[in-house]
Nanobody
């Protein structure tokens, strides 16, 4: 099994910054893509940003230029630096990882429990 644990959420004023962290642990042979989704009340979960194990990144249009995703492959961690936060960024942010638990095993997606980010106007 693989566990993802997020940290770093909280309450911030518009224009402020937060940094989210997510650590993957457990039965890990290789972590492929890691990333962040978010879900606001009454809305569908949406991709925020993702990063491959070769540091190729992808961002949603709504956060490009304000958020930066990065990872530490040695620690199986992924980070999301969020700057110039807006009230519309308020959501629960979920970490995910595509993980192989063994050389011959297929990869599976794992999710964290979510961390609340609230941006006040």
């Amino acid at each position: 099994q693989v566990q993802l644990v997020e940290s770093g959420g909280g309450l911030v004023q518009a224009g402020g910054s937060l940094r989210l962290s997510c650590a993957a642990s457990g039965s890990i042979f290789r972590v492929n893509v890691m990333g962040w989704y978010r879900q606001a009340p009454g809305k569908q979960r949406e991709l925020v940003a993702s990063i491959t194990n070769r540091d190729s990144t992808n961002y949603s249009d709504s956060v490009r230029g304000r958020f930066t995703i990065s990872r530490d492959n040695a620690k199986n961690m992924v980070y999301l630096q969020m700057n110039s936060l807006r009230p519309e960024d308020t959501a629960v942010y979920y970490c995910y990882a595509d993980v192989k638990s063994g050389f011959w095993e297929p990869s599976n997606d794992y999710w964290g429990q979510g961390t609340q980010v609230t941006v006040s106007s």
